[in-house]
């Protein structure tokens, strides 16, 4: 991140290097959106920033809090506006947060060594999101330098493997947020080193991660207790025994996604919800082998739920959804998306009991019907909370809902994608009454007029011939 030159002051004082320059790239020197040289221009002001009343009157403490408040761009140039100003710049306090995001396409393993040497024990958030070229090596440097880490990002970071997860553990103890998201070489000897060494963690994303299975999830749940947020979405080895180990150690969990984990069932999910009372969100959504057993014990243990997303769990009935609105009046979204054995009993009893409903994902539920929209408007939720609704191919929705619609007056976005029933002249009416609302819907192109039929020709009786 920084490397160091020495450089022969000019008189007036600003060398533009100073102690250090700062650099996003391992050689030196800066992206080419920042690396143009200092010109007459900036010379010029250099001079004149450093003989300034600013530098002198305001004390170095407040110079530095203002320098604090600065990104990761304007603190590389200020860095070359003078000795002093390069200084502060410079200072560990202002690097304790560094997205390196909207530079990972050049930023590369020497970038992130001379950032941790620089920062040393004041950095404690690092996103390398998308930072492809960043490796093990790399990482082993940041961690043994940067030893009070609390939140690294390592998203779509393709050549991390175990090696990073055993340096997080043998460095890392502070360690609360991680997430390697579709670290394609991360298994389960990895999360062991990070069960063994990061006890506060938090927060793990490790979805896509295909190697990962029961096992390493076990060495999570029992090496790190406080666990709130638990994200492995698209986990093809995972089973229930995971979901066991989750609801055996991780008394706080709140949030779990576990999307497309397809070998998970209802056993899994009801240990989880029988050990983790504290749940907020959860989504189990294409976990095809979930069912109504799953939800029910979801809403016997879990009252604080408030996000639910079982899209494509096509196993579920009305029973499961009814109980677990009965049991969780703080829902606030819902996503239904083919529930194909939904009826509108289920939105009979959501409007009932959940007051704060602000988003419902009702697409592809054939099932229901006006009548059930008429329930859902009905309610208290209906002018005080919906705001989301998604009707898209529901075949029995017709204009008669959109007129019960009409009293949803939070209202601001509406799916109806291939909502056969539903016309053009209803949808005018309510945009009208609710100019604020964005509507989806598609119309098929009217069919082109069919060409008329030729005239019958009329034929001579004498001669037989055509007459126009």
Known sequence: MFSKKKKKRTKGGSGGGGSGELSLRGGGGLPRDMSSSINGKQQMIGDYCEQSLINQELPKEILLRIFSVLDIVSLCRSAQVSTYWNAL????????????????????????????RRCGGFLKKLSLKGCENVGDHTLEIFTSNCRNLDHLNLYNCKKITDQTLDSLGKNSSQLGYLDI????????????????????????DISWCDSVSDNGIHHIATGCPKLKSFIAKGLNNITSVALEELGKNCPSLTVLNIHKCVNVDNGGVRHLATGCHQLEKICLSECHNVGDESIMALGQNCPRLKTVEVALCSNLTDTGLVGL???????ERMDLEECIQVTDKTLKFLALNCPNLTELTLSHCELVTDDGILELCSASCADASLSVLALDNCPCIS?????????????????????QLVSKQAINRLKRSSPDLTIHAYFAPSAPPAPAAPAARRICSLCRCSIL
């Open 89 to 116: 710049a410079l200072d560990g306090s202002n690097w304790q947060q560094v997205d390196l995001f909207d530079f990972q396409t050049y930023v590369e393993g020497g970038v992130v060594e001379n950032l941790s």
């Open 181 to 204: 998201y579709s670290c394609d070489w991360i298994s389960d000897r990895g999360l062991k080193h990070l069960g063994n060494g990061c006890p506060l963690l938090s927060h793990i």
């Open 325 to 331: 609105a009965k049991s969780c009046p703080l829902l």
């Open 399 to 419: 204009d008669i809902s959109l007129t019960h619609l009409l009293s949803c007056s939070k209202l601001s976005r509406l799916d109806l994608y291939d909502c």
